[in-house]
C-alpha cells in the first residue's frame, strides 16, 4: 500500500506531494491538471525499479530532471524508493531502497 508519494518536475508535476496516503484514494480536479500524470508517475517509477534493461527510448527525455519518492508498506514493513534522473547524467537512473527499523530507514539498494 502506498503511504506517501512526493513527485518535482515529471511532465507537469512540478512539486506534488501526497502524505497519509489510506487504502483508497481519489485523484479529483479539472481536465488538464494533472491526475493521469501523477498516476503515470508513480506506474512508470514502479516499473522502471522492477526492469533490469536499459531504459526504453522516449523515456529519458520525459524523466530527465525529475525526482520521484514512495513510501510504501509490504508484508507490514515500511519502505522507501527514491528515483532521481539528472541533466549531467541523461542515461542513469540514481535510485535507493530503504526499509524501516526499529531506529530509521535502513539503505537495503544503492545504486
Known amino acids: 500500500m502506498l503511504k506517501r508519494v ?8 512540478r512539486d506534488v506531494e501526497f502524505d497519509d496516503l489510506g487504502e483508497l484514494v481519489a485523484l479529483v480536479g479539472p481536465n488538464g491538471s494533472g491526475k493521469s500524470n501523477i498516476l503515470q508517475a508513480i506506474t512508470e517509477t514502479a516499473r ?3 526492469w533490469n534493461d536499459p531504459m526504453p527510448l522516449g523515456w529519458r527525455e520525459i524523466i530527465l530532471n525529475s525526482t520521484i519518492e514512495l513510501n ?4 507490514s514493513a515500511e519502505y522507501r524508493y527514491h528515483r532521481t534522473q539528472l541533466p549531467d547524467a541523461p542515461y542513469d537512473i540514481i ?7 526499529g531506529v530509521g530507514f535502513v539503505t537495503i539498494l544503492d545504486r
Open 6 to 13: 512526493h513527485i518535482k518536475g515529471f511532465r507537469s508535476c
Open 48 to 50: 522502471l525499479a522492477s
Open 72 to 75: 510504501f508498506e509490504l508484508d
Open 95 to 101: 535510485e535507493n531502497l530503504s526499509r524501516r527499523d
